[in-house]
Structures are given as C-alpha cells and as structure tokens.
C-alpha cells in the first residue's frame, strides 16, 4: 500500500512552526545547523505522521483520507531520535499526546519570536511535590507511602495535564501491580508511573488552590539497604508534571530524604 508522506512543503511548514526545534517537551533539541562548509546546513529533524502514513503503521486513523494524512495537521516534527520513540512505543505515544505536544511546540516558537513584553507576567500554572510518611516500623524494615501532589496556582480550573513518577524498582514491592504502572518504559532498576486528566471527570478537576494527590505509592528501606548507604539512596525519585502549553514542572530527589531510617 502506497504511503501518504509529507510533500517538501508540509515538512518545512512543521519545520517552521516550531523553530526548527524538537516537539518533544523532554528534548526541544535545535535540529538545523551549519556543517563546516560554508552554504551547507545539516538536519537532524524529521517530518513525523501523528498517524500513520499508511495501514499498519503506529496510530493509522483509516477515516482519514491521503489529502488529510499529508496535511500539516496530521504532522509534527521531531529530531530523529524522537521520531524513531514514538513509533516504537504507540499505546504510551498517543495522538492526544503528540498533539499536546505540537500545540506547546508552537506556542513556545510564537513566544520566542513575540519576545517579552512588560504586559507579560510570568506564570506557574500549578506547582508538584512529593511527600512521604511511615506507614509500618520494624527493626528490619520501614513502610513508607509516597504521595505525588499538585496544586493550582492560577486562578482558574487546571487544564489537561499528565504526571509521571520515576523512581528506583528495588524499594517496590510488585510495583507491576499498581494500576499506573507503565512496563513498556520500566527496567530491573527503575519503576515507571503515569497519570493522565480526563477533562471529562469530575474528580480530575483540580480547582484554584486546591492541592490534589495524583499518584500514591508503596515503598521500604530495609536495614540492609539503610546500612549500605550505597548508591540506592542515591538515586533520584522523579515527579514531572506536564500541562499543554507550558513547561515541565520537576520536584526531584535523592531516595535517603524520602525515609528517615
């Protein structure tokens, strides 16, 4: 079957849109630049399909037309590590997702070339924190309860956002079990968890100067763990809230101020 790609036009559309800038919020990694001759550039950056180009390939919509899968809107632009991700992992890289994406892309390109102006206030939608509690003691071993929480800081409802924890597998018992476990983006060493908004559920609005929890978690420091004060302790527990149009908000840190041992 024939694949619906980007004609020139489309691809330095996307381009543009987004300053020749990666749409990954995690990476905005530049993707043109000058090679060492002087009237040659190289790029990095790739025109890639938010749905498929053509049947079989990640995200295909069949209701589109090849007109449609050619647009612009059926377009984002990545740097080639980027591209390659998200077409590796469909179920975690989703439409809505890579369209949050685009849309924050873009509208951190228009702010760019605008520049400040003294009207422009700066504004942290919301802020992310991580707290944690005993749960049991023992000699041997402390339970601990991890808590991910968010609260508005502006002064209307928090829109869609997602939060994502990273933290080490070692101190999870069966973290394969917990409900916003992700295995697709989890190894041997480290545990990975999201929690996405649904705009349509009452209980996901979060009202200004509200503080919510979005992720819970158990957790242990066993005596031998504590006692090695190896490079366990060391690793970071990562909370990272994403809200369509702004930056990344990151509450990070070492696994020993998460436990009082």
């Known amino acids: 079957?024939?694949?619906?790609?980007?004609?020139?036009?489309?691809?330095?559309?996307?381009?543009?849109?987004?300053g020749m800038r990666c749409s990954n919020p995690s990476c905005q990694q530049p993707t043109t630049g000058p090679r060492s001759t002087s009237s040659a550039i190289i790029n990095i950056g790739v025109a890639a399909h938010i749905t498929a180009a053509s049947s079989g390939g990640p995200r295909y919509n069949f209701q589109l037309s090849p007109t449609e899968r050619q647009s612009a809107q059926n377009g984002i632009w990545l740097c080639q590590n980027c591209a390659k991700l998200i077409d590796n992992d469909e179920l975690f890289f989703t439409v809505e997702l890579l369209n949050r994406w685009k849309e924050s892309a873009e509208g951190k390109a228009l702010k760019a070339v605008k520049g400040k102006t003294q009207m422009e206030l700066p504004v942290t939608p919301a802020n992310i924190e991580l707290f944690h509690r005993k749960v049991s003691i023992t000699l041997e071993r402390h339970d601990y309860l991890l808590e991910v929480r968010l609260i508005n800081k502006s002064k209307v409802v928090l829109g869609q956002h997602y939060v994502e924890l990273v933290m080490p597998s070692r101190v999870l018992k069966n973290p394969e079990c917990h409900r916003l476990y992700i295995s697709d983006r989890s190894t041997r060493e480290t545990a990975f968890f999201r929690v996405a908004s649904q705009s349509d559920y009452p209980e996901d609005v979060i009202y200004p100067g509200d503080p919510k929890v979005v992720i819970?978690?158990?957790?242990?420091?066993?005596?031998?763990?504590?006692?090695?004060?190896?490079?366990?302790?060391?690793?970071?527990?990562?909370?990272?809230?994403y809200i369509q149009g702004h930056d990344p908000i990151t509450d990070e840190r070492p696994l020993k101020e998460l436990q009082n041992f």
């Not at 819970?216 to 809230?241: C, E, W």
């Open 1 to 18: 079957m024939a694949r619906d790609d980007f004609p020139g036009s489309v691809r330095d559309i996307l381009a543009k849109r987004v």
């Open 216 to 241: 819970t978690v158990n957790y242990f420091i066993t005596n031998d763990i504590y006692m090695s004060r190896g490079t366990l302790l060391d690793t970071p527990v990562k909370a990272t809230l």
